[in-house]
């Protein structure tokens, strides 16, 4: 099993930035996929970017070149840059971590941090 934190969510006006943190508590090398996801009022939750345990990375495509995935393996935390914000990226942001086994993997979700634009 894994547990993950977010933080680092906020308020912040239309162009400016934040850094999300999502600390894992284990190592994220022994996770297969981490990513964020996003869900705003009224929508589905949507991908965001991902990073693998091998350091590939994807995004979305509404968030790429504002949006940068990274991690930081001695302190076990994947962070989002998310610079240049709209209104719409207005959401809850969840972590979630991906490990191969069984079927289909086990997931595990953070508890969300909201962000919020304003116009």
């Known amino acids: 099993q894994v547990q993950l934190v977010e933080s680092g969510g906020g308020l912040v006006q239309a162009g400016g930035f934040l850094r999300l943190s999502c600390a894992a508590s284990?190592?994220?090398?022994?996770?297969?996929?981490m990513g964020w996801y996003r869900q705003a009022p009224g929508k589905e939750r949507e991908l965001v970017a991902l990073?693998?345990?091998?350091?590939?990375?994807n995004y979305a495509d509404s968030v790429k070149d504002r949006f940068t995935i990274s991690r930081d393996t001695g302190k076990n935390t994947v962070y989002l840059q998310m610079n240049s914000l709209k209104p719409e990226d207005t959401a809850v942001y969840y972590c979630?971590?991906?490990?191969?086994?069984?079927?289909?993997?086990?997931?595990?979700w953070g508890q969300g941090t909201r962000v919020t634009v304003s116009s």
């Open positions: 979630k971590a991906h490990i191969v086994g069984g079927p289909s993997g086990y997931n595990y």
């Open positions: 284990r190592s994220i090398f022994s996770i297969n996929v």
């Open positions: 990073i693998s345990s091998g350091g590939n990375i």
